[in-house]
């Protein structure tokens, strides 16, 4: 089992900035790859970005591209989602994944494709 805690959801201005935090424990040297989805009120959950937990490759949804930014801190079992240039249509809850897969596989298999899930932080972007 793995378990994800994520952190740093809040409500920000158009334009604004904000990075969440995964911390990752459990049996997580046998998770390959790490990540984000998002669900928006109303709407279903969507794949936003993932990083392979070795190889550092990452892949985004083309919503975000150029926007945000994941790495990782491999020491401190730890992903982060640097998110810039926010928009109000990035409101959503964020929720942390992940699953024995490559970044590619992630973003391919979607949410029935991933094993492990955080609670979600809230992400609320004001126009």
């Known amino acids: 089992q793995v378990q994800l805690v994520e952190s740093g959801g809040g409500l920000v201005q158009a334009g604004g900035s904000l990075r969440l935090s995964c911390v990752a424990s459990?049996?997580?040297?046998?998770?390959?790859?790490m990540g984000w989805f998002r669900q928006a009120p109303g709407k279903e959950r969507e794949f936003v970005a993932a990083?392979?937990?070795?190889?550092?490759?990452?892949y985004y949804a083309d919503s975000v591209k150029g926007r945000f930014t994941i790495s990782r801190d491999n020491a401190k079992n730890t992903v982060y989602l640097q998110m810039n240039s926010l928009k109000p249509e990035d409101t959503a809850g964020y929720y942390c994944?992940?699953?024995?897969?490559?970044?590619?596989?992630?973003?391919?298999?979607?949410?029935?494709?991933?094993?492990?899930w955080g609670k979600g932080t809230l992400v609320t972007v004001s126009s």
């Open positions: 994944a992940a699953d024995h897969t490559t970044a590619q596989g992630m973003s391919r298999l979607g949410v029935s494709g991933t094993a492990y």
């Open positions: 990083i392979s937990w070795f190889g550092g490759s990452t």
């Open positions: 459990g049996r997580t040297f046998s998770t390959i790859a």
